[in-house]
């Protein structure tokens, strides 16, 4: 056990756009170089395809719906935050999203909350880069002082979020041809990605090398945090987990970013765990629900499970009993929800995979031999029915 836990959320960060899950992406260098430290989990699912649906199960261990589908946090719902302040641990979160921030409810048991809410931003770049996060948190640790008490500290990348206009620094490494001006992407995004066309190939293309520049970046800012944490001295006595709250699409199912659909692009994410005594990198194939981070980073302070946590410990990793992940979103198309949008939901369970998507449609995958998720199943195999009716229980109980 370690005395201090350090969560890394990058937003809208694809599985298979990180090194660990992909040799062939080259996207994230500093990852790679600390492989040997990590512990990889193959099969982690968001419980949500975008911030709202999914950020209640990492900060709270609940889900979207449980309470309702107000962007504000319900009362009801305990933040890992409350429940670590009340025993003694230190908390700070750091972060740029305004669907988390202090406006919503998630500053709640806090020593420090920073939003950035009060900064300058543009339409361009709606959100403070990881470099000015990062600032943030070396500022923090040089006035705080020296303290004994165990740390958990949160940090919530922002700069893999569409508009992606990258800096020209990275666009570079990714593809030297591309000579595209600040206003020309943002122009594209305007005109492509915010209407979803997935017309052209090559554009839809050309946003997976500017997602690939702006994973460069910030795998670059996770490097910068992981120097701050080492010449503080909190490096070498924390567990460090690195995940992402969602991922994006790039014309897989029709569409592009993140909206209210269920497919692995959506909700398959990275999920690893550094540790710096660790000196071979570990894979871990359970089926797991990013539900379980809060109950597993309680359980790394050695405080005992929190009743209204739905999910699990995943350690001690021996010890945990695979079971199906459930997730639930509203069916909305782009940021704004309409009370008009239905729920969509999908159940996993060993390589079985069903959706309700809207009207009423399922689809059922096996992610094993498709994990693309192209040849829909449902009513085509014999478990069709029985997967239908594991969802259903699934959706009563939540």
């Known amino acids: 056990m370690k005395k201090n836990v350090i969560l890394i959320t990058v937003d809208t960060l694809r599985k298979d756009r990180v090194v660990c899950y992909n040799d062939e992406n080259n996207f994230t260098p500093f990852i790679g170089s600390i492989r040997k430290n990590l512990t990889v989990f193959e099969k ?16 709270t261990s609940t889900y979207y719906l449980d309470h309702g589908r107000s962007r504000h946090l319900s009362e009801e719902k305990t933040l890992v935050s409350e429940v670590l302040t009340a025993n003694g641990v230190t908390t700070a979160a750091f972060h740029s999203n305004a669907y988390l921030s202090e406006f919503f409810g998630w500053n709640r048991g806090w020593n420090h909350f920073y939003d950035s809410m009060n900064e300058k931003v543009s339409d361009k770049f709606p959100y403070i880069s990881g470099k000015q996060v990062n600032e943030k948190i070396r ?88 120097g701050i944490l080492e010449k503080t001295g909190y490096l070498d006595n924390s567990i460090v987990i690195i995940t992402s709250d969602h991922g994006d699409e790039f014309g897989e199912h029709g569409s592009l970013s993140h909206d209210g659909k269920m497919y692995s692009e959506l909700v398959h994410v990275p999920f690893l765990v550094y540790e710096p005594s660790q000196q071979e990198e ?86 094993e031999k498709d994990p693309g998720e192209k040849e829909d199943l449902f009513g085509k195999v014999p478990e069709s029915e029985e997967m239908k009716e594991k969802l259903f229980a699934k959706i009563k109980s939540h």
Request: glycine letters at 4%; charged letters at 30%; zero cysteines.
């Open 44 to 59: 982690m699912f968001s419980t949500g395809p975008y911030t709202q649906a999914s950020f209640p199960a990492i900060l």
């Open 139 to 226: 500022n923090w640790f040089e006035t705080r002082g020296k303290e004994e008490k165990p740390l958990f500290l949160w940090v919530h990348y922002m700069d893999v979020h569409e508009p992606y206009i990258p800096a020209k620094e990275f666009i570079k490494k990714i593809d030297p041809a591309i000579s595209l001006s600040e206003d020309e992407m943002f122009s594209l995004f305007k005109e492509v990605l915010l209407k979803r066309d997935v017309s052209d190939p090559a554009r839809v293309d050309l946003f997976k090398k500017l997602d690939a520049a702006l994973i460069l970046e910030v795998d670059q800012y996770i490097s910068e945090l992981f």
């Open 282 to 367: 570990k894979r871990i194939n359970l089926l797991t629900s990013t539900i379980d981070i809060s109950p597993t980073i309680v359980h790394l302070f050695g405080l005992e499970r929190i009743s209204s946590f739905k999910g699990r410990s995943l350690y001690p990793l021996e010890f945990f009993e695979e079971s199906g992940v459930f997730g639930e979103a509203i069916g909305k198309t782009g940021h704004q929800e309409k009370e008009s949008d239905r729920p969509v939901y999908y159940y996993l369970e060993g390589s079985l995979k069903i959706m309700l998507n809207l009207d009423d449609r399922f689809e059922l995958y096996d992610i």
